[in-house]
């Protein structure tokens, strides 16, 4: 048989696209003849041979482009081909069938690098302030037998205040890693610098010895008050002064059956879960060594409280608990909730891509790199196979981790992506219906360097979504850019992003108010509601807000609704327990946590079922629930009707979550010698280029006469026309001024109609002195600039009465 017949018969045999692809490429350019081509010199292949050696891969392990995931094809043989010409790529590989040589290129490189089992943290980059001691440490998964109770307070908890390193011994202290102003650079491993080593007096007894250089770790300072007292003091944020939540740290050299204290003297918040029950987590390597025990809840005599300290004019806050180790020499670890590391995430997602039966379904990619370098990952998880009706599938978009201290997202991300990517039917059927994208970790930087809430930049990553900064703010601009392109392609069902929370027990959701009809803003809530009933002992609805605020609209939640995602949702998670159902006064496991993920997937096929008997249901139990509310708050006049306010207008702001508004752009814009100019306004614009400011002055002064004497005589004006016009009941009429014309009657006031008496306790959500509602008669304040020309009239009323409510849209201000 010639070598093309034989060529030919491999393309019909073969099963294999990419292959017949190649094969018709190469017999393209003449590779199968009937002739074979003549050799090569044994000269030329030795320089051939040379050169392919040359050119092999050099990759070092911890370049974060290196891919470990090649190593089987790197133990394929290669072979040159006798051709006129030596070939120099490295991408041709020949197979033998029957002694004959069957050329095919190397398969692509994939996107991304998932490090490899024995060395899970090799490209883990930090800054290069960081002094990295301990390498990756790992915890064993455990479920307790039994629900963990809340500690129950006795009310003779002792509140130390702190003495500080004056009055005590100071046992642990690293470098800040806050050398310069912001982030400049990083590197593997960071600096590896000298270790700092804690000096005591030989006649005391050895103190505990303290660690928190590894991932996710940061106490910054331990001093010993008392023999077995230690006021511990955590490190911010890093390039901040601010987030003092998160702590992570290793114990070493205890004593068994020896009471220690522990205060850390430095927390930010007024209030925490810890003064409602919650404990803080131990873990013994030693009990997981031999008992097979992980993370328990521990302490005793637990109390926050403030202290006498102040930093920045603002209160500081001690958090204190007593504990006995269980064993003596061990190596210990104190945690605010259970951590999961980049590097957990690491060994999570080298089992997802190695596991064969995953691979069809779903593909790991990196969506952009970290101001640091490190990769943030994206998985695309949907069924395998392209049908008439794939470009119809609706998107959801699932995140977690965009504040690198709120640890208890990642294990609710574990356990939805254990269930997306499961053989249950359940698991298969959402395949088949939606296309996921899933980004497991968002502010890997701030993960690795132990952060509570910002990412290198010093900054709330989860205010700045709608950021054009992408070399500041790569994680969310990358995310932002790659909803739009999906909402281009098709429409996107849900978007969830997965938070902690420090201050409120259960699992609830923040949603977003469209301030359209109302029953709108009920199907906003269906799918919350039906998350309640899916796990009623663990979510509380009554806990759902939805009230958009300003200071929330560069969260991924009120970005990505105005980008057009209608159940656009943050979900938190407390750091605590439940009060719900029979898990009332339980703290939550991180198997508690997985099964939160299991339920986020069972939700969405109740939402999107065909048979739509569960929605009707909720809607009409949404509908009875806001009746009562609305009676509750507006009184048995209100007749259940909401006029013309939103749903969310009713209910409360979501204030007691963890929030904070943005602190402007990033540090190395606001601290650096080379930042952009600031711009001068116009007014100093055109002071520069006019006369002398001798002259300038003068005029000035006279323009600013000229408009005290108009808004004087205005203000008298207005008070002879009002006149008593008060109407506590009176129904509001449009009155105003025409902006061409300067007559009255053709703008609305500012008011809200058919609010009645009770209408006046909805300023904000927030209950205020019943005030009338009706405007001022003859209410428009007429303002004229130096010039005389006329402008918009002010109304009295609008001036006067509960500014904190809006207009909605369709009303007219």
Not at 328 to 340: E, F, I, N, R
Not at 453 to 470: H, I
């Amino acid at each position: 048989m010639s070598p093309a017949s034989e060529t030919d018969s491999a393309m019909q045999t073969s099963d294999d696209a990419y292959d017949k692809f190649i094969l018709r490429h190469l017999q393209h350019y003449g590779l199968f003849t009937g002739t074979a081509p003549p050799r090569a010199s044994a000269s030329s292949f030795d320089r051939w041979a040379v050169s392919q050696d040359s050119q092999s891969d050099t990759h070092s392990p911890d370049s974060p482009d290196s891919n470990t995931g090649d190593e089987e094809q790197d133990a394929e043989k290669t072979f040159p081909l006798y051709l006129h010409k030596p070939l120099r790529t490295k991408q041709l590989l020949i197979d033998f069938n029957g002694g004959r040589p069957i050329p095919r290129l190397r398969q692509p490189r994939d996107l991304f690098a998932i490090p490899s089992h024995s060395s899970p943290i090799q490209g883990v980059r930090w800054p290069v302030e960081c002094d990295i001691t301990v390498g990756d440490i790992q915890h064993i998964e455990w479920d307790p037998p039994e629900a963990e109770p809340f500690y129950q307070c006795t009310g003779h908890e002792r509140t130390p205040m702190p003495v500080g390193e004056e009055k005590g011994n100071i046992v642990y202290l690293i470098n800040p890693a806050t050398r310069t102003a912001h982030f400049t650079c990083s590197r593997v491993g960071g600096s590896q610098g000298p270790v700092k080593n804690a000096h005591w007096s030989s006649s005391q007894e050895p103190p505990l010895s303290f660690e928190s250089r590894f991932q996710s770790g940061n106490l910054q300072k331990a001093v010993q008050v008392g023999v077995h007292d230690y006021e511990l003091t955590l490190r911010h944020d890093l390039y901040t002064t601010k987030h003092t939540q998160w702590f992570y740290f290793r114990v070493q050299n205890m004593k068994a059956g020896v009471t220690y204290r522990f205060s850390i003297i430095n927390l930010l918040k007024p209030s925490s879960l810890y003064s409602a029950g919650m404990r803080p987590l131990l873990y013994s390597e030693r009990a997981a060594r031999e008992q097979g025990q992980g993370w328990t809840r521990t302490g005793a005599n637990i109390k926050y409280y403030r202290n006498n300290r102040e930093q920045d004019g603002k209160p500081l806050y001690s958090l204190t608990w007593t504990l006995e180790f269980p064993h003596v020499g061990d190596s210990c670890y104190l945690a605010h909730c259970y951590p999961y590391t980049y590097s957990d995430l690491h060994r999570y997602l080298c089992r997802v891509v190695r596991q064969p039966s995953t691979a069809a379904y779903c593909k790991l990619r990196v969506l952009c790199r970290s101001l640091a370098g490190n990769p943030v990952y994206v998985l695309t998880i949907t069924a395998p196979g392209i049908s008439l009706d794939s470009h119809v599938k609706q998107a959801v978009v699932v995140t977690a981790r965009v504040h690198p201290g709120e640890t208890n997202s990642s294990w609710i991300m574990q356990g939805f992506l254990d269930f997306l990517l499961g053989d249950s039917p359940d698991a298969s059927l959402l395949r088949e219906m939606f296309v996921f994208k899933v980004i497991p970790m968002l502010n890997p930087d701030g993960v690795v360097v132990g952060n509570y809430r910002c990412s290198l930049a010093g900054r709330d990553l989860n205010r700045n979504y709608r950021t054009l900064l992408q070399e500041s703010f790569p994680c969310v601009w990358h995310t932002c850019n790659m909803v739009k392109r999906l909402l281009s392609e098709r429409e996107v069902v849900l978007y969830c992003d997965l938070h902690g929370h420090s201050r409120k027990n259960n699992v609830f959701m923040y949603g977003c108010d469209s301030k359209s009809s109302t029953s709108v803003n009920l199907q906003e809530r269906v799918f919350p509601l039906m998350m309640s009933k899916n796990a009623h002992d663990k979510f509380s609805f009554g806990s759902c807000k939805f009230k958009v605020q300003k200071t929330k609209e560069g969260t991924g939640r009120v970005v990505m609704w105005k980008l057009g995602i209608r159940n656009s949702y943050t979900m938190e998670s407390t750091f605590g327990g439940s009060t719900l159902g029979n898990r009332t006064g339980t703290h939550f496991s991180t198997q508690d946590l997985k099964s939160i993920g299991y339920h986020l997937c069972d939700t969405l096929l109740d939402y999107c079922d065909p048979d739509t008997t569960k929605t009707s249901q909720c809607l009409a139990e949404l509908s009875a629930l806001l009746r009562l509310e609305i009676s509750r708050r507006l009184g048995p006049d209100s007749n259940g009707s909401l006029g013309g306010l939103s749903v969310s207008d009713i209910e409360s702001s979501t204030s007691g979550s963890n929030s904070s508004e943005s602190d402007g752009p990033p540090l190395n814009l606001v601290n650096t010698s080379h930042q952009k100019r600031h711009l001068r306004s116009r007014k100093e614009r055109n002071q520069l280029h006019r006369k002398p400011s001798s002259v300038r002055g003068k005029k000035t002064q006279d323009t600013l006469a000229m408009v005290k004497d108009t808004e004087k005589r205005q203000k008298v004006e207005a008070t002879q026309q009002s006149g008593s016009a008060w109407s506590p009941h009176h129904s509001p009429q449009a009155h105003g001024s025409d902006h061409n014309t300067g007559q009255e009657g053709s703008v609305e006031a500012v008011s809200t109609p058919n609010m009645g008496r009770a209408g006046a306790h909805l300023c904000g959500g927030e209950a205020t002195p019943s005030v009338p509602h009706g405007p001022v008669s003859g209410a428009a304040v007429q303002q004229s600039d130096p010039k005389g020309r006329q402008v918009h009239p002010i109304h009295m009323a609008a001036m006067t009465l509960c500014p904190r409510i809006k207009a909605h849209p369709g009303q007219t201000l």
